[in-house]
């Protein structure tokens, strides 16, 4: 009789039982990908030349930012500021907005630190590795493997909108919230269910039926995004409400369709808890028809073009490259926000533009080598990716929502939801090429393989996205910065040295808080800088504007000087700082005519690098 005996399995290499042991640690791609992003942002900003007291960013609207994170350190929250609009104050909840959740993080990481600058740039930083393990979260819903989801995630965090958001829109920046929400959209366009209920055989009585960890998540994150930001949580309910539509046509499955529906109605409730605040102040106040003005045109002004997501990021290290997206939004209209998905994330979305084109001539019946959940992934990713690019394209769904006086008018602003939509896309293309040539390598075992192809790509994913995406840092720009920043404390310091303190400093030229047009270059943000370095003063600045104390003490500004000085006597304004970049002469005409009425005895004079001027009143 012949005896048959199993052969025997191959033993293990060392270098599969140390992989398998990687693989055993959940936790390990969410730290390293977390980890490769600082070390990207770190190398890439030259950031241990930074001086972190100064605002990476102190122009603009990153001066507005600059100044809640002041007030937030001074007094907890950043609605009310009593130094600015001196001498009514600040009320920010005339300008109503739901993005909470970055006010409470500045005023939890005010433990840390008493420096707005330092503040800023901190949790600037924070959002890079945060943005990058979410991205890894998401990537792993969709299917892509450990070693690409981590290249993919960090290059989603370093993406070209992170820095063209900066600290002027640092709540856009801080856009970790983003794959968060795409991971219940992923559930939604592949049917899956969002909520769960206990079964009878579960421990529990009947109101705990709803007590589940998958709720939980699902309000957790719904939570999380209405309070971080309006415009993403406007831009997932509207993609949530085209997928549960599509998916109830594909299943009939009204179950499914209400959770989608439900996860909206989340969404809307917890925008609606936000703003409560401000709504009770209208109620309180009445409404400030100044503020928040949208014209319906801006919904085409502010939105994307295809060319201008797949061309160069702007300012790009290659001069080539640098110069094509410079004569691109130079000389074709609309150049919006200046949106670029950056080289990777272009590539996805050129891919599912023909995977979704393809799909559409063989009416979805595709003849591919490959499972069908694979060709199901990317074809969810390509309908994702379609309706995101429908509503922020030019002359899109975004126009024809303004016909009805739509809120939102910054569309372009999709486009972080694209790039991990594509770079998700790249993932599974990726892993797929990477499993093709694995097979076709002889030698060694699989997982030494897969690693020899696999890690060398991440690691070039990862090098291309910091060239491609980090712009490159002037040190002579950030010596600017920083001189400006130091001038304006140095001059704030001898205004308070030369006045009492909670004396009242009126600023000219007067241009109206918040989103007034520019006046030669300067912005109503630049009347800020003062107040940001000072200690016990008021300044008239900063009021919100469209309210009658507010409006009636700017109109000071527009009178003869001596009237102006007879009107300031009545607010106790004890002397007036001049913007001389908002005026076409420098300021010369202005300082001449005060200088004049209030004679030469009065204290005078100008700041470090010239800009501002001051002059006492003699009150």
């Not at 002397?575 to 005519?593: E, F, K, N, P």
């Amino acid at each position: 009789m012949t005896t048959h005996t199993a052969a025997a399995a191959p033993a293990a290499s060392g270098f599969d039982r140390f992989s398998a042991r990687l693989a055993s640690l959940p936790w390990l791609p969410y730290a390293l990908a977390a980890l490769f992003s600082l070390l990207a942002v770190w190398f890439g900003l030259n950031l241990w030349t930074l001086d972190w007291r100064v605002p990476l960013y102190y122009n603009g609207d990153a001066l507005a930012v600059a100044s809640h994170f002041k007030t937030i350190i001074e007094t907890g929250w950043f609605t009310h500021q009593a130094d600015l609009g001196a001498p009514y104050g600040q009320f920010y909840n005339d300008y109503p907005q739901a993005d909470n959740l970055h006010f409470i993080a500045a005023n939890l990481l005010r433990v840390f630190t008493g420096d707005f600058g330092a503040l800023m740039n901190i949790y600037f930083i924070v959002g890079f590795p945060l943005a990058a393990v979410t991205a890894v979260w998401f990537l792993r819903q969709v299917g892509v493997s450990r070693t690409l989801s981590v290249a993919l995630a960090v290059a989603y965090s370093i993406a070209p909108y992170h820095f063209i958001k900066g600290e002027g829109h640092l709540f856009l920046a801080a856009y970790f919230v983003v794959p968060l929400a795409l991971g219940l959209l992923w559930r939604v366009a592949n049917g899956l269910p969002l909520w769960r209920l206990r079964g009878p055989e579960e421990r529990g009585g009947r109101w705990l039926r709803v007590v589940t960890a998958r709720n939980a998540a699902t309000i957790g994150i719904l939570a999380l995004l209405g309070t971080a930001s309006s415009y993403y949580s406007v831009f997932v309910a509207l993609v949530l409400a085209v997928a549960g539509l599509a998916k109830l046509w594909q299943t009939h499955s009204w179950r499914r369709f209400f959770g989608a529906a439900g996860a909206g109605l989340v969404i809307v409730v917890t925008m609606a808890i936000n703003l409560l605040p401000d709504l009770l102040y209208r109620l309180a106040n009445g409404v400030n028809e100044a503020v928040l003005v949208r014209s319906p045109p801006e919904a085409e002004l502010y939105s994307f073009k295809l060319s201008a997501l797949l061309l160069p990021v702007p300012g790009h290290r290659f001069g080539p490259f640098a110069t094509l997206r410079q004569l691109y939004d130079a000389h074709y209209p609309l150049p919006s926000e200046e949106p670029a998905l950056g080289l990777i994330a272009s590539a996805g979305f050129v891919s599912l533009v023909v995977i979704a084109v393809y799909l559409l001539l063989t009416a979805g019946k595709p003849r591919w080598r490959a499972p069908k959940s694979y060709v199901r992934a990317l074809s969810v990713l390509a309908g994702l990716t379609l309706v995101a690019f429908l509503f922020g394209t030019v002359g899109g769904l975004s126009t024809l929502l303004s016909f009805v006086d739509f809120p939102i008018r910054s569309w372009n602003r999709i486009a972080i939801l694209i790039a991990m939509l594509a770079l998700a896309a790249l993932g599974l293309l990726l892993d797929r090429f990477v499993r093709w040539v694995v097979k076709r390598m002889r030698r060694r075992s699989p997982g030494v393989r897969r690693a020899f192809v696999a890690v060398p790509l991440a690691l070039l994913l990862m090098l291309l996205a910091v060239w491609d995406q980090i712009p490159p840092i002037s040190a002579e720009a950030r010596a600017a910065t920083v001189a400006s920043f130091d001038s304006d404390a140095s001059f704030t310091q001898q205004v308070e040295a030369t006045v009492a303190p909670g004396c009242l400093i009126y600023q000219l030229p007067y241009i109206a808080f918040p989103e007034s047009p520019p006046e030669n270059g300067a912005t109503d943000s630049d009347e800020l800088r003062m107040f940001l370095h000072s200690t016990d003063l008021r300044w008239s600045a900063g009021g919100i504007k469209g309210r009658a104390p507010i409006d009636s003490v700017g109109a000071y500004a527009s009178l003869p000087v001596p009237e102006m000085l007879q009107k300031l006597q009545g607010i106790q304004a004890c002397g007036i700082v001049v913007d001389r970049a908002a005026y076409a002469d420098g300021g010369v005409s202005i300082l001449s005519q005060l200088q004049a009425a209030l004679g030469i005895s009065v204290p005078r004079f100008d700041s470090a690098d010239g800009r501002f001027a001051f002059i006492g009143t003699g009150s």
